[in-house]
């Protein structure tokens, strides 16, 4: 088996360095892996892509790069208007959080509180139709009349405990998270994901889809989630966005791209 140490010496973890270095830094340990079969790189393309694109046997395949266990899987931003939640996002992850959103108890009583903030505050305007007002997803959103002024979000938050619309500490969302990496190629611009780098761990989506036919490489699992939904205040405007993290990865990979790892490079 190939050490990582024989063919490349790339920055050190405890550098921590940049999303996009880290991911330009991987790709050059695929390269190292692969040698003259194929290329990997870090391409410039909408993040709605994966992270790095191994071209290899005539083929386009993609990897996601987490420096970390617990960074987010997924960044889905969320709205509200006439009355339900909604996302830009149509990948199956965001749809099914949407469907959360209006349904579970904590996010109804999230706009019940906020209704009645809005009814009986010291706002910044006068919400004359509680049934119509909108949480939009961006900056631009706030000019709508029913838009909720960002001061009056930040104040109200300041009367809950959190900033949560809705959270789950122990969630299975295996098949959620495989569905949302496995059909990402769905929206336009986008690609499918076949295997994640998270943490020093490679892992596979789908062990029955293995294009770069590497053996001996767990499933990814994301039977053990956190999933946070909320809203945070930025400096012009607010937004709602969901944080499904990894508790603990119950089975380590043998294998990593990770650069400056101890592992092994993956078997063909």
Known sequence: MKSFKKYYNVLSVNESPASDAYEIAVAK??????????KAIRP?????????KVAKDGQDVWVE??????????????????????SNNKTP?????????????????????????????????????????????????????NAVAKEDMAAFLKTRPNKYVYHNSNINLNTLVRDHWENKGDPVGSAPVKYIQTGDDLFIINKNDNPLNIKGLPEFDASSCDLTI???????????????????????????FKPGSTKDLPIT
Do not use: C
């Open 29 to 38: 340990v695929i390269n190292s892996w692969i040698s003259d079969n194929g």
């Open 93 to 145: 992850i965001g749809k099914t959080l949407v469907d959360i959103l209006n349904s579970d108890k904590q996010s109804l009583q999230f706009i019940s509180d906020l209704k009645e903030f809005l009814k009986n505050g010291n706002t910044t305007k006068e919400y004359k139709d509680l049934d119509k007002i909108y949480i939009p997803a961006s900056a631009p959103g706030l000019k709508d009349p």
């Open 230 to 256: 909320r809203v945070s205040i930025r400096t012009k405007f607010y937004e709602t966005l969901a944080t499904p993290k990894i508790k603990k990865i119950k089975k380590p990979s043998k294998y990593s």
């Open 44 to 52: 410039k393309v909408p993040s709605t892509f994966p992270d790095v």
């Open 65 to 86: 790069v987490k420096m970390n266990h617990t960074d987010p899987l997924a960044h889905p931003r969320f709205y509200y208007k006439d009355g339900k939640w909604n």
